[in-house]
C-alpha cells in the first residue's frame, strides 16, 4: 500500500548463545523506513546498529543465534520468508554495503565479473551487456580506468577501491532499499562527496536508503530522520532536523556535543561521554544509558520507552522532565567539561 513503510520493523531482537549463557545484542528494536526516505543510524561501536540491518536481511545464520519480532517489507515478513524467496529480495529489492571492504569480495573472481554476476543473478541479461554495465557502475564510484580496472583482482585495489567497488555492487540492480553500513569510512573527503551524491540520486530514484554512520555531518547533510541507538535500543528517533536543533536524551546531547564546532568560541575541552559503551551482557534492567549518565535518577532503575511528546514525531526514551530538558543538556555539559586540577596541568 503506497501510504504503508517500505520497511517496518517491530520488536526486534537478536540474542548469541555463549557460554555465559544468552546475550541480547538488539533488545526490542523498532523503527520503519518509508518509500523514498533516508534513515540514519548513529550510535557507537557495539549499540546493535550493524546486526540489527545484518537481522534484517537474515545474514545471521548461525545455530547460536536467535532473532525475533516482526520484519515487513512490501507487506511481506522477511524473517518468514522461505530461504528462495529471501535470496530474491537480497541484491535485487534490498541490497547493503558491508562495513568491511577487505572481506566483502571474493579474492578469486575479478571485480568486474563479481559485480555482473550480481547483475545476472536478478535480470537476464547477456554476459557482454552485465559486464559493460559493471564497467559504468565503477566509473560511476570514482574508479579511474573503468574498463582496464574491471578485469583486476581484489587484492589489486586499494581498501578505498574497494570500498566503492562494492558500493558500485550494491548499486547495481536499483534495490528499493540500500542499507549502508559505514560506506565512507574508508574513502577520503573527495571520494565521500562522490559516493553521497550517488545515494542521493538513488533516493531522488525512488530507493530508500538505511545509512549506518558514526559520522553526524555525514547524517546532517542527507538523512530525512535520525534514530539513535545504545545497547541495542532505541534512544532517540526523530526528523534530522528535530534531533540535531532540539536533541532530548543526554546519549544524543553527548554525541553532538563531542563534535569539534567550526563557528563559535573555542573551547578549551571538548564534552566527553563518561566511562565506556555497555557490553551486551551488562545491560542494567532499566535504561541502558544511565550507568554513564550524569543526570540518572531513580526512575532511570525502570525501563523507559520510546515515546513523544505533543503528538510530534520526535520521540525518545528518557524519563528526565520534558520542559526542563534545556536547562539540563546544560547542566550535563558543563560536569562534561569540567577537568579535575590534576588533569588541567597535564593538559597542554
Not at 559493471?134 to 579511474?144: C, E, K, R, T, Y
Amino acid at each position: 500500500m503506497p501510504d504503508q513503510p517500505l520497511l517496518d520493523v517491530r520488536d526486534l531482537r537478536v540474542s548469541f548463545r555463549t557460554r555465559r549463557g544468552s546475550v541480547t545484542v538488539v533488545d526490542g528494536l523498532s523503527f520503519s523506513v518509508d518509500p523514498g526516505e533516508i534513515l540514519g543510524v548513529v550510535g557507537e561501536s557495539g549499540s546493535g546498529k550493524s546486526v540489527s540491518m545484518l537481522a534484517v536481511l537474515r545474514l545471521l545464520t548461525s545455530p547460536n543465534v536467535t532473532v525475533e519480532g516482526q520484519v515487513r517489507f512490501r507487506g511481506r515478513d522477511l524473517l518468514t520468508l522461505p530461504d528462495k524467496e529471501m535470496r530474491a529480495v537480497r541484491g535485487r529489492e534490498i541490497a547493503m554495503v558491508f562495513q568491511d571492504p577487505m572481506t566483502a569480495l571474493t579474492p578469486v573472481y575479478t571485480v568486474g565479473w563479481q559485480i555482473a554476476e550480481q547483475i545476472r543473478a536478478h535480470e537476464k541479461v547477456s554476459r557482454k551487456e552485465a559486464h559493460a554495465r559493471a564497467v559504468g557502475l565503477l566509473s560511476d564510484v570514482g574508479i579511474p580506468d573503468a574498463a582496464s580496472r574491471a578485469n583486476a583482482y581484489p587484492h589489486e585495489f586499494s581498501g578505498g577501491m574497494r570500498q566503492r567497488a562494492v558500493i558500485a555492487m550494491a548499486l547495481s540492480c536499483g534495490p528499493a532499499l540500500l542499507i549502508a553500513d559505514e560506506p565512507t569510512t574508508a574513502l577520503d573527503v573527495t571520494v565521500q562527496a562522490q559516493i553521497l551524491d550517488l545515494m542521493r540520486e538513488l533516493n531522488t530514484e525512488g530507493s530508500a536508503v538505511v545509512l549506518i554512520t558514526h559520522d553526524m555531518g555525514v547524517i546532517s547533510q542527507i538523512a530525512d530522520r535520525v534514530l539513535v541507538m545504545y545497547g541495542g535500543r532505541a534512544a532517540e528517533e526523530g526528523p534530522r532536523r528535530a534531533v540535531f536543533h532540539g536533541p532530548r536524551h543526554p546519549y544524543t546531547w553527548g554525541l553532538l556535543d563531542s563534535v569539534p564546532r567550526v563557528g563559535g568560541p573555542r573551547l578549551r575541552r571538548l564534552p566527553t561521554i563518561a566511562g565506556m559503551p555497555v557490553a551486551p551482557g551488562d545491560l542494567p534492567e532499566g535504561c541502558a544509558f544511565a550507568p554513564r549518565c550524569r543526570l540518572r535518577h531513580e526512575r532511570c532503575e525502570e525501563r523507559p520507552e520510546l515515546r513523544d511528546f505533543g503528538g510530534s514525531a520526535h520521540r525518545d526514551a528518557c524519563w528526565l522532565p520534558e520542559d526542563d530538558r534545556a536547562a539540563l543538556r546544560l547542566t550535563a555539559r558543563a560536569a562534561a567539561t569540567d577537568v579535575p586540577d590534576l588533569e588541567r596541568e597535564a593538559t597542554p
